[in-house]
T-cell receptor, first 119, second 112 residues
Framework: GAVVSQHPSWVICKSGTSVKIECRSL??????MFWYRQFPKQSLMLMAT?????????EQGVEKDKFLINHASLTLSTLTVTSAHPEDSSFYIC???????????????FGPGTRLTVL | GESVGLHLPTLSVQEGDNSIINCAYS??????FIWYKQESGKGPQFIID?????DKRQGQRVTVLLNKTVKHLSLQIAATQPGDSAVYFC???????????FGTGTRLTIIP
């Protein structure tokens, strides 16, 4: 089956620093990737839709200048949390949509998540 | 609309019994529904999906039921095993919109 990886799996950083999280589709190409944030005991909240070769589409309330998304290739999207603060501590999860499933909505594969802790 | 999880409902089931997890969705235009399983510290794992032209779909030990009239979705897990302990989320979208909207989630605990 399709595999999506994330790196790092966890990261601890100091307040004010920036953190980059990578999302890779390992055995398929993805024109579209999605970034979610999940707080403890809560559901996944979509942050943005990452489109290869174009600007990301952010959900309402998500600061695009704080959460920078780059989808440079069909297998890689990155999320950079700039000037991180303790309230940014969360579980960040990406998903990727298989390019070959164009027209179908049932092939969104999730990564294992990245635990970010900002001190 | 968006579902925001403020409280995580819990369900405890004896090992070997059947479990039923429920989900109410809000968007009447949604025509595709998915159940995901999420274990602690991991990403969601696809379990089963169903389109709005169906009201029941079966997989291995799992069955999804869809009632569009009341906008209700359920996941039935037969003969539950310890490995079924996890948080289960329903998700919805409509064809042409790639975005998934996740439900609140239910924590399923299997009692040995």
């Amino acid at each position: 089956g399709a595999v999506v990886s994330q790196h790092p799996s966890w990261v601890i950083c100091k307040s004010g620093t920036s953190v980059k999280i990578e999302c890779r589709s390992l055995d398929f190409q993805a024109t579209t990737m999605f970034w979610y944030r999940q707080f403890p005991k809560q559901s996944l909240m979509l942050m943005a839709t990452s489109n290869e070769g174009s600007k990301a589409t952010y959900e309402q309330g998500v600061e695009k200048d704080k959460f920078l998304i780059n989808h440079a290739s069909l297998t890689l999207s990155t999320l950079t949390v700039t000037s991180a603060h303790p309230e940014d501590s969360s579980f960040y999860i990406c998903s990727a949509r298989d390019l070959s499933s164009q027209g179908s909505t049932d092939t969104q594969y999730f990564g294992p998540g990245t635990r970010l802790t900002v001190l | 609309g968006e579902s925001v999880g403020l409280h995580l409902p819990t369900l405890s089931v004896q090992e070997g019994d059947n479990s039923i997890i429920n989900c109410a969705y809000s968007n009447s235009a949604s025509d595709y529904f998915i159940w995901y399983k999420q274990e602690s510290g991991k990403g969601p794992q696809f379990i089963i999906d169903i389109r709005s032209n169906m009201d029941k779909r079966q997989g291995q030990r799992v069955t999804v039921l869809l009632n569009k009239t009341v906008k209700h979705l359920s996941l039935q897990i037969a003969a539950t095993q310890p490995g079924d302990s996890a948080v289960y989320f329903c998700a919805e979208n409509n064809f042409g919109n790639e975005k998934l909207t996740f439900g609140t989630g239910t924590r399923l605990t299997i009692i040995p």
